[in-house]
């Protein structure tokens, strides 16, 4: 059985349509693939327009993206800090009204049983910091029971209120900006995805008219997958630097690092030994000896991916 394996990376399905495009250029007229693209209206010239465009909109999308990181380290370094000296006025106050546990609601702070209990998002955080703020300034000048804590401890309650509200508009356009990066990347599919059609239209024309050498079809780009019937392709995802065994990987068929960055493939169920560096997007043909692999993935920030050819 001969079964097309269409790239999974963005950046792979733009590179296929650039290779069939070169050969079918190079070929001109004698093209075999020209037939079949008047029967079924595809154009090569508009499918590469479309793919300028998904380019474009993965540009914007991982702009965005990073954009979004960036905003998000800044809100964290603004809100932080605050967050930490709320917890130190919290522990005072529970000690300031040991015999009244239940005061400590007026300030904003939570409490299950005798024990506080802090917020772990950060809206719920920038919440409670400026809510033990604004209970605080309710008290005359010199009169509030955080007064001598927070000068004996150089704590700005001051500095703290204005970076928490810094800090909201730092998680607002955070949000915002991995908005705009979902919808760049809806647009960016929806140029990409009927030019994958199209390839795929190809690629399978290409698969029938080498019947006898499917891998002919590697000529314009095309991965094939030539394993025996009654295999299946499957995905998989591997954690932040760590491994993962695969077993009954398919003789003749292909593992594919579908994931942005390297990815390491070991014979076996170890990561001894020297091992096989996949690139992204990289093809590993499986030969006899490589059905059971593992693969290691050695970033510690960024999950890793695959997708390979089972007999099982």
């Not at 904003?108 to 300034?137: C, M, R, W």
Request: proline residues 4%; hydrophobic residues 35%; positive net charge.
């Amino acid at each position: 059985m001969s079964r097309l394996m269409l790239p999974v990376r963005f950046a792979d399905k733009c590179e296929l349509l650039t290779n069939v495009k070169s050969k079918d250029g190079a070929d001109g007229v004698s093209s075999i693939i020209r037939p079949t693209m008047t029967d079924e209206g595809i154009s090569l010239s508009t499918d590469n327009t479309a793919v300028t465009n998904a380019k474009a909109k993965q540009t914007l999308a991982k702009k965005n993206e990073k954009d979004a990181e960036k905003r998000t380290g800044e809100r964290n370094n603004l809100l932080d800090p605050a967050f930490k000296d709320h917890k130190m006025c919290a522990q005072f106050l529970k000690r300031r009204f040991a015999s009244n546990i239940a005061v400590l609601g007026d300030w904003g702070i939570t409490v299950n049983g005798n024990a506080i209990s802090y917020p772990v998002d950060f809206v719920g955080k920038q919440e409670a910091v400026l809510a033990l703020i604004d209970k605080h300034l309710t008290f005359a000048a010199g009169t509030s029971p955080l007064e001598g804590f927070l000068t004996d401890n150089a704590i700005n309650l001051t500095t703290n209120r204005a970076n928490a509200v810094t800090a909201l508009t730092k998680h607002n356009e955070r949000d915002q900006l991995e908005r705009d990066a979902e919808t760049a990347t809806t647009d960016r599919d929806n140029f990409i995805n009927p030019v994958m059609g199209h390839l795929k239209i190809i690629g399978n024309y290409l698969v029938a008219h080498f019947a006898k050498n499917p891998n002919k079809a590697g000529d314009w780009g095309y991965t094939v997958d030539t394993s025996p019937q009654g295999t299946k392709i499957r995905s998989g995802v591997i954690g932040f630097s760590s491994s993962k065994t695969l077993l009954n990987l398919a003789n003749g068929g292909v593992l594919t690092n579908t994931c942005d960055h390297s990815l390491n493939a070991f014979k076996g169920k170890t990561t001894t030994g020297t091992p096989i560096v996949l690139a992204p997007g990289q093809n590993f043909p499986i030969t006899k000896g490589f059905g059971t692999m593992t693969l290691q993935n050695p970033n510690n920030t960024i999950k890793g991916s695959y997708q390979g050819v089972f007999t099982a």
